[in-house]
């Protein structure tokens, strides 16, 4: 039978099935260290000895690494208005990471029911991306229709700082799941993370989202300076049109994302967080070969 994986506990591999029913497996050999929730994989069940078996893991699209996660296509980059409030560079560096991975990222941004201006700065900023940005309020059940389209049907990873409203979300979606919100100031105090398995949990309507407590960690090492620029999608046209092949589009004159900038094609607030990546992984390397 063909299933996928949605978590593992205490060696047990727990898989669904093709009706979504929820089967306890085991993996015999040493592969068991190398299988993740969302790794699809053909299982038997031995009515003698009553034991499900894993027999067969499917080639994968990719893997995130922390959390361990397989074949994930979209990663739900959420942040909210307030409480706490939008952090344009934060959500720039996990978009980055995102990126750095070949996923497509979705932006979220949460609790519209906070604010009362408007919001067509934010709009601004990523309107010259393609990426799609959903506005909503857990809390007032605003956007969460469309963002539920978006969704369905793919493998979402839910990612963002804490106190945003993920685990709100996600139980707003999936009903069942039942996780445990913390208050607002319960998420400020540090050490009060309920450790949680990682886990996909079944979307209405096909699909899953994995809350992932452990996305948090938004280390962009792995990422050389000059591959960054590749990591901004909108830059990407621009790239091959700079004076210089080995452009870092930092200070060399006649450079294609520069005037790009100033023509107002690319947004001048993306071209400030590049800059302030490329400087960080800049130092990191010079750092690594003194
Ligand atoms: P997480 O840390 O990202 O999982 O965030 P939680 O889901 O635990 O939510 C953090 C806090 O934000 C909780 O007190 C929620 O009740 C609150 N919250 C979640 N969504 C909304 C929303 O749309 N509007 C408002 N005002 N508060 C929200
Ligand atoms: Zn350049």
Known sequence: MKGIIT????????????NNNIHKTIIRGKIQKEVFPGDYVEFY???EVEEKVIEKVYPRDNKLNRPK??????????QSFEEPSFDQKLLDRFLIMVESKDIQPLIVINKYDLIDNEINMIYNVY??????????????NQGLNKLSKKITDNINVLAGPSGVGKTSLINKLIPDADLPVKSVSENIKRGTHTTRHVELLSLENGGWIVDTPGFTSLNIDHILPQELSFLYPEFRPYLNQCKF??????????????????NDEISKKRYQS?????????????????
């Open 127 to 140: 309107n010259k991306t393609d990426y799609s940005l959903f506005v909503i309020s857990v809390k007032n």
């Open 245 to 262: 092949n080995m452009c870092s589009h930092t200070h060399e004159p006649d450079c294609a994302v520069k005037k790009a900038v100033k």
């Open 45 to 47: 069940i031995n009515e």
């Open 274 to 290: 590049y800059q302030l990546y490329f400087q960080e992984l800049k130092e990191k390397e010079e750092k690594t070969y003194d």
């Open 7 to 18: 978590k593992t506990i205490g060696g047990f591999f727990f898989v669904a099935d093709e």
């Open 69 to 78: 996660i397989a074949n994930v296509n979209q990663v739900i980059v959420m």
